[in-house]
Nanobody, 114 residues
Framework: VQVVESGGGLVQAGGSLRLSCVVS?????????MSWYRQAPGSQRELVAT???????NYADSVRGRFAISRDNMKKSVYLQMNNLKPEDTAVYYC????????WGQGTQVTVSS
């Protein structure tokens, strides 16, 4: 199983980015919850958003109303639409898949300038 993120970059405050995460391997993706985490320099990794297999979502208070998580089961992909970005959203963003083991991607850097 592999997890690969993409879509990070440098954006000004108030801007938007869309992160993508693609899962490969022989799993029944549609039944698995997927999560986005982020880690800023000097900080612990924190949960940003989760989407279950049936599409239920949950968000950290700091991003609720600005970020939206979604999935495409046919493409084994999950997305994070990030709007109204703030400098404090600057971090490396990771995608997580949890089976019997936990699989992380390599991360994608998001930098928001003020």
């Amino acid at each position: 199983v592999q997890v690969v993120e993409s879509g990070g970059g440098l954006v000004q405050a108030g801007g938007s980015l869309r992160l993508s995460c693609v899962v490969s391997g022989r799993i029944i993706f549609s039944t698995k919850a997927m999560s986005w985490y982020r880690q800023a320099p000097g900080s612990q990794r924190e949960l940003v958003a989760t989407i279950t297999g049936d599409g239920s979502t949950n968000y950290a208070d700091s991003v609720r109303g600005r970020f939206a998580i979604s999935r495409d089961n046919m493409k084994k992909s999950v997305y994070l639409q990030m709007n109204n970005l703030k400098p404090e959203d600057t971090a490396v963003y990771y995608c997580k898949l949890e089976l019997l083991s936990v699989y992380w991607g390599q991360g994608t850097q998001v930098t928001v300038s003020s």
